[in-house]
């Protein structure tokens, strides 16, 4: 297993993400515990010494887990991390209930690794607000040894990342970002990791494979990464496309079967990150997959001068295209639930003053009318 160094510590550079373990019958709430432990405990007995949970994962029985299964293990010898659950907003003024909560539910007098989870659009403005007085807890707790290092989760953009930092930054230890290949271009991915590189801050990754994604390319994706690497997986490229960026620390994987387990420590059993070249390779490849799934939105505006409802029309192409592209998520429902409810898709009244005016003819009516109907907004 590779290691790498954070402060003066030692962290497998692929920690095990307890998001996705298995579970009976398709119910996410209902993990398979004999499955699930087999997973822990391969993956401890094999380097791993960073787990991830969080108060939400499995209908709130990540955590459970976490501790059933971890507990038995000396609490020196792995570093677990687990979240304050801001993406719902009524928990703000929970942190101390739910904080001890947490460290019941995992059975552990400390967390190695805490986090301000998922800061994004529909939350700065309560995580950054005093009368809730989150970051005075967790910083109490930190004084207790009960907080070892503090971070923070970020689904949102860079704006908001910046907010964040701007209000926080001088507090946080590390910053966990959605980054792979397909989404280095299409979610601004290279701006957020600059953004946090030049925080001096080193850089978690979730979802390296996109929840599984990425592990299925096209078949001529396929044979393009095997012309460069005949020998390396195509789950293989993800994770060395990662060991190729600076800064980032720790990867995150999600496995959910005791075979993905076995494969991704292997692949982490050595460094061989991508090449200039294969970077930019693979990076272009994913940029001509995305392109063939969205709209071909250039952003130039032209549509919402003629929209009578004044509605963010190529951001709302844009989140169409992420939720299209990848075969739907939490990303823009998440995005779209943060806006004002007359600037929802929803919103539209088909007058197609917009497209009249579209330099890519887009049928942005229809556009609008599909994305509603896919998120229900």
């Known amino acids: 297993m590779i290691y790498r160094d954070f402060q003066n510590i030692k962290l497998s550079g692929l920690g095990l993400g307890m998001m996705r373990l298995p579970v009976i019958g398709g119910d996410d709430g209902a993990i398979d515990e004999a499955a699930a432990a087999e997973i822990i405990d391969y993956a401890y007995k094999n380097g791993v010494n960073y787990f991830d949970t969080a108060w939400g994962y499995h209908n709130g029985n990540s955590e459970l887990a976490a501790g059933k299964y971890l507990s038995k293990y000396p609490r020196d010898t792995y570093y677990l991390a687990s979240k304050f659950p801001g993406y719902d907003n009524s928990n703000m003024p929970k942190v101390k209930e739910i904080f001890e909560k947490q460290l019941e539910k995992c059975h552990t007098p400390y967390f190695d690794f805490y986090l301000f989870h998922n800061v994004y659009e529909g939350n700065i403005d309560d995580y950054l607000n005093p009368r809730f007085g989150i970051l005075d807890y967790l910083l109490e707790q930190k004084e207790k040894g009960r907080i070892r290092h503090l971070g923070f989760s970020a689904h949102g953009s860079t704006e908001v990342i910046k907010r964040f930092l701007d209000a926080y930054g001088k507090h946080m230890e590390f910053c966990q970002l959605q980054v792979n290949y397909m989404d280095w271009h299409f979610q601004n991915a290279e701006e957020k990791v600059e953004l946090i590189r030049n925080a001096g801050l080193p850089v978690w990754v979730m979802e390296p494979l996109r929840g599984g994604k990425l592990a299925k390319a096209a078949d001529d994706v396929r044979e393009k990464l095997k012309e460069m690497r005949p020998d390396e997986s195509v789950p293989a490229w993800a994770f060395r496309f990662l060991q190729a960026i600076p800064g980032v620390t720790m990867v995150l994987s999600g496995m959910s079967d005791l075979e ?118």
């Open 260 to 377: 993905q387990v076995k494969a991704n420590i292997a692949t982490w059993q050595e460094d061989k990150p991508l090449s200039g070249e294969e970077f930019e390779r693979i990076a272009a490849f994913a940029d001509e997959e995305t392109r063939k799934g969205g709209l071909p939105c250039t952003a130039c505006h032209y549509c919402t001068s003629h929209c009578p409802k004044d509605l963010p029309i190529p951001e709302l192409v844009a989140l169409y295209n992420e939720h299209k592209i990848t075969g739907g998520g939490f990303i823009a429902p998440m995005a779209v639930s943060s806006m004002p409810a007359e600037k929802r898709p929803a919103s539209c009244v088909g007058c197609r003053s917009c497209e009249k005016v579209c330099p890519q003819q887009i049928k942005i009516s229809e556009m609008m009318k599909e994305f509603s109907s896919m998120i229900g907004m």
